[in-house]
C-alpha cells in the first residue's frame, strides 16, 4: 500500500505538537496526514456553518437548544468529508503539489502513499459520510448530495479560474443549508442567507490562507484570489467580511434572534476586523496564524446562537 520510502517530516502547516506526528503509529501518519488529520482546522471551518445553521433553526422553530444528536452528526460528517475532499484533492493535484514548498512533501506528492492506497481511503471516507447523511431526513439527503457537484470540481478550479477560493466556498458552506433541514425537512430564506453568510467567509479565510503560496503558485501558474487582487487584497478579504457580518445579521432578523446572538455577533465582527488589520503580503508567515483563528470566530457565533434561547428566558 505504501512504497518504502522514509518516513517524511512534519508539514509546515500542520498543528503544533498534533497527536498523529506525536502519537500515531508511523505506518499510519503517511495516511493520516493525506486525510489532514493532523490539520483539524480544516473539519472545523466545514462543520462550523453546519452548527450555525443548526442553531439558527431552534431560534425559529422556539426550541431550547440546536439538536444534539445532529451536531454530533455533523461533527462526524465533516471530519469524514473533509478527509475525503482532502484525499480527492491531493490525488487531482499531485503533480502540482510538487512545484509549491508548502505541499511538495503531502503524501502523494512525495510519493509515500500510492495512488491505489489514496482511492481505498477515499471510498472509506465517503462511505462514512454517506452513512451520516442516511440518518437524516429524506430532503437533507438530496441536498447533502448535491454538494458533490462543487466538491467534485473545486481541485480544477486553480487551473483555469483566479477565482478557487469561490468554488471552495459554495462547498465549505454546505452545512449552512444541512443544519436548518436536518430539522426542518425543509430550506428558507433565513438558511440560505447563513449559506451565502459561509460563502462570503470562506472565500475571505481562504484568501488569507493562499497567501502563503503566493511566489510559489505564480511560478507554478497557480491560480487564486491573492493573485488576482494583489495588493488590493486586504480591501477585498474586508468586502468578504462585511457581506458576511450583513448576511448573518439578515438572518438573525428573519429568525428574531435574541441579545445574545447579536453580542456574539458584534464579537465575530471584531475578530474578523482584527484579522484584517494584521494582513500583510509581505509577511506570508502571518497567514496561516490568521486562517486558523477562523475556528474561534466561527466558534463564538455558534456559541452564541446555541445558548440564544436562554437569553429569552431572563
Not at 486553480?158 to 465549505?172: D, H
Request: aromatic share 12%; glycine share 6%; hydrophobic share 55%.
Amino acid at each position: 500500500m505504501t512504497q518504502n520510502i522514509p518516513e517524511a517530516g512534519r508539514l509546515p502547516d500542520a498543528a503544533p505538537a498534533n497527536w498523529v506526528d506525536l502519537y500515531a503509529p508511523p505506518n499510519w501518519r503517511p495516511f493520516l496526514r493525506l486525510a489532514r488529520i493532523d490539520r483539524p482546522i480544516g473539519w472545523w471551518l466545514l462543520f462550523l456553518p453546519c452548527w450555525w445553521s443548526a442553531a439558527l433553526a431552534a431560534i425559529a422553530v422556539y426550541r431550547a437548544g440546536p439538536n444534539l444528536l445532529h451536531i454530533l452528526l455533523f461533527l462526524v460528517g465533516a471530519i469524514s468529508m473533509r478527509a475525503a475532499g482532502c484525499v480527492y484533492n491531493d490525488i487531482i493535484d499531485r503533480d502540482l503539489d510538487k512545484q509549491v514548498a508548502r505541499t511538495r512533501d503531502r503524501p502523494l506528492a512525495s510519493g509515500i502513499v500510492s495512488v491505489r492506497a489514496a482511492l481505498i481511503l477515499l471510498c472509506g471516507l465517503a462511505l462514512t459520510g454517506l452513512l451520516v447523511l442516511l440518518s437524516l431526513n429524506s430532503f437533507t439527503i438530496w441536498l447533502g448530495l448535491a454538494s458533490l457537484v462543487p466538491i467534485a470540481i473545486y481541485p480544477f478550479m486553480k487551473r483555469i479560474t483566479s477565482w478557487p477560493q469561490a468554488v471552495l466556498g459554495l462547498a465549505f458552506a454546505w452545512g449552512g443549508l444541512v443544519g436548518w433541514s436536518a430539522l426542518t425537512s425543509s430550506l428558507d430564506l433565513a438558511p440560505i442567507l447563513v449559506y451565502i453568510a459561509a460563502v462570503f467567509w470562506t472565500i475571505g479565510y481562504d484568501t488569507i490562507y493562499a497567501i502563503q503560496d503566493f511566489d510559489d503558485d505564480s511560478i507554478a501558474g497557480i491560480r487564486s484570489t491573492p493573485r488576482l487582487f494583489g495588493e488590493a487584497t486586504k480591501k477585498m478579504v474586508t468586502l468578504f467580511y462585511v457581506l458576511t457580518i450583513f448576511c448573518l445579521s439578515a438572518a438573525y432578523q428573519l429568525v428574531n434572534c435574541g441579545p445574545l446572538a447579536w453580542i456574539g455577533l458584534l464579537a465575530f465582527c471584531l475578530h474578523l476586523g482584527w484579522q484584517i488589520h494584521q494582513i500583510d503580503l509581505r509577511k506570508p508567515q502571518i497567514a496561516l496564524k490568521l486562517f486558523r483563528s477562523n475556528r474561534d470566530a466561527g466558534l463564538i457565533i455558534a456559541l452564541s446562537l446555541s445558548l440564544d434561547p436562554l437569553s429569552r428566558l431572563l
